[in-house]
């Protein structure tokens, strides 16, 4: 009777303790996300009180918003299939190789995603653009063609298909291939139908978040499209921003709100088979020092891979940021311009940072209690649902956020516009969902009778966590407080509308020195940039020196 008193002592303190952990991450994107979203869609489609669903229709039957629709998918489109061809021998390179370098090639391979789209624009401006390096050697420009864009995609996606295709194909056995062999199927009959099938669901999650990724894409398209090329969330700027019209932006915020939400359930999906569908052996046992003339030939050419397409722009933006004599662009920043900036523009530098930081400890706070209840065994439906909503920030438009933020935080007791803190809220959104998905998994090791016989034996939740789960999660926490200090860094979409001109991020500055004409302008936005990229490697090299095999991938 004891025992039983007991259980259901401990059940009720686990689920008290289970909405304890939820009540702030709940309130923090129902705040911070929800409500802003809401009120700008509201703001465009209700007036008088009354709800104007008929110009929805009236928004889709505008040629050019058709127009938007179908690049917006078809570059989409193009683009994971780009990614697909090129990264997929690098993960298998990656996953089945042993040579000298791996771990540090693994660390470059991932620059690019963790770096500001704004930059990898201006990198592929640099190599592509008006005076780029093409345009310099053969008189090639590229930055008026829907290349640019591609070329650019696969740039910064190129690490989600090796890590996480990459991630899985280390952890497949080899001797059901070999198996397979030795029972007479040729070399491709046996990849064909042992190794693609087990790898389907990561190429399946792989393709989708670059699918997701591309079809949000915004910075890119917004330096290297111009006025030809827009995409859903260019347009949803354009018209926020520059025509005024809210109605046609919130239509937009609509249609993308809808793709995402498939999007995201469609992966969810294949997650899900990807953790159920497979038998996996340690990652150490399956890589190899490649032997005979295919297998080097296969390893150089994804090192030239690596070395055009990854290492060339960003060497290309360097290049270009050094172009004045004496560091000249680099001393420039130091100087004030009341034309773009009230302050010199290098304060962005600590601008960024001190955001960043503010950014990186609300991302890490949020998140990590999110994870700490999604991991609970007895976590209902409500709780699994929730798990799906952490992901909406990465493909809900942040323009349509940091607008909203304007709209909505405007009134006591959350007036938050001339408030600091605005910027590190908004970049914390993005934070959050790459610090669910590094704590997750290694939450999910956790024995789950350690916490239920600390709890049994009287221990509070808060005690259990820092007894039990903290000494397990330490180097995982680490890790995801490195990404979200990389990803806050680099966000764009959001900030653009919230930093001030008094207090400019690096991003929100590259992109405005962009937009206005000379040589001056466009190195300083060059010397920014590399500056940027330079702060994000470093930060992507201590992550991996931290990484282990149990902390995922992302």
């Not at 270009?320 to 662009?329: C, I, K, N, Q, T």
């Not at 914390?428 to 956790?446: H, K, Q, S, W, Y």
Request: glycine share 8%; charged share 15%.
């Amino acid at each position: 009777m004891d025992l039983t008193r007991t259980e259901v002592a401990v059940r009720k303190r686990g689920a008290a303790a289970r909405f304890a952990l939820l009540a702030a991450p709940v309130a923090f994107f129902a705040v911070f996300f929800a409500y802003p979203v809401a009120a700008i869609v509201a703001r465009g489609l209700k007036a008088d009180g009354t709800w104007h669903l008929g110009r929805i229709g009236e928004v889709l039957a505008q040629s050019d918003v058709r127009h938007v629709l179908w690049f917006t998918t078809w570059q989409a489109l193009v683009s994971t299939a780009l990614t697909l061809i090129v990264a997929l021998p690098g993960a298998y390179v990656f996953a089945r190789f042993d040579f000298p370098g791996k771990h540090v090639l693994r660390a470059v391979v991932t620059v690019p995603f963790v770096l500001p789209t704004v930059v990898v624009g201006t990198a592929f401006l640099a190599l592509v653009g008006r005076g780029g390096l093409l345009d310099d050697l053969w008189g090639v420009r590229l930055d008026t063609t829907v290349w640019a864009i591609l070329l650019a995609h696969v740039f910064f996606n190129y690490a989600v298909v090796v890590r996480t295709v990459g991630g899985l194909w280390a952890q497949l056995d080899p001797r059901q291939e070999e198996a397979a062999r030795m029972l007479g199927a040729s070399q491709l009959k046996a990849w064909r139908q042992v190794t693609l099938p087990a790898l389907a669901p990561a190429v399946a999650a792989a393709a989708l978040m670059v699918f997701l990724f591309t079809f949000t894409s915004f910075g890119v398209v917004q330096i290297l499209g111009g006025p030809t090329f827009s995409t859903l969330e260019v347009e949803i700027y354009r018209q926020t921003s520059e025509i005024f019209d809210l109605s046609t932006a919130a239509v937009l915020t609509l249609i993308q709100f809808v793709a995402v939400g498939a999007i995201l359930a469609v992966h969810a999906w294949t997650v899900r088979r990807r953790e159920t569908a497979l038998r996996l052996v340690d990652p150490s046992v399956t890589a190899r020092r490649p032997h005979g003339a295919g297998q080097w030939a296969l390893l150089g050419g994804v090192l030239a891979t690596v070395v055009l397409l990854l290492l060339l722009p960003l060497a290309v933006l360097v290049q270009r940021s050094l172009g004045a004599p004496d560091f000249g662009y680099y001393r420039a920043l130091t100087r004030e311009d009341g034309g773009v900036f009230l302050v010199p523009p290098i304060e962005a530098i600590g601008n960024s940072l001190s955001y960043a930081v503010a950014a990186t400890l609300i991302a890490v706070v949020i998140g990590g209690l999110a994870a700490a209840a999604l991991t609970r065994r007895d976590a209902g439906r409500f709780v699994r649902g929730f798990d799906a909503l952490l992901m909406l920030p990465l493909g809900v438009s942040a323009v349509t956020v940091g607008f909203g933020f304007l709209i909505s935080l405007d009134e006591p007791p959350l007036d938050l516009r001339s408030s600091w803190i605005l910027v590190p809220l908004a970049q914390a959104l993005v934070g959050v969902p790459f610090v669910v998905r590094t704590m997750l998994p290694v939450l999910r090791a956790v024995d789950v009778r350690l916490r239920e016989a600390a709890s049994v034996l009287g221990a509070s939740p808060w005690r259990v966590w820092r007894e039990v789960d903290l000494p397990m999660v330490r180097r995982a926490l680490l890790i995801a407080a490195g990404f979200a200090f990389a990803v806050s860094l680099g966000e764009f979409g959001a900030t653009v509308f919230i930093a001030r001109l008094d207090n400019p991020t690096l991003p929100v500055a590259v992109a405005r020195l962009l937009g206005r004409p000379g040589d001056l302008n466009y190195g300083q936005a060059m010397a920014l940039s590399t500056i940027l990229m330079v702060v994000c490697a470093v930060a992507l090299l201590v992550l991996e020196r931290l990484r282990t095999d149990r902390t995922g991938e992302f």
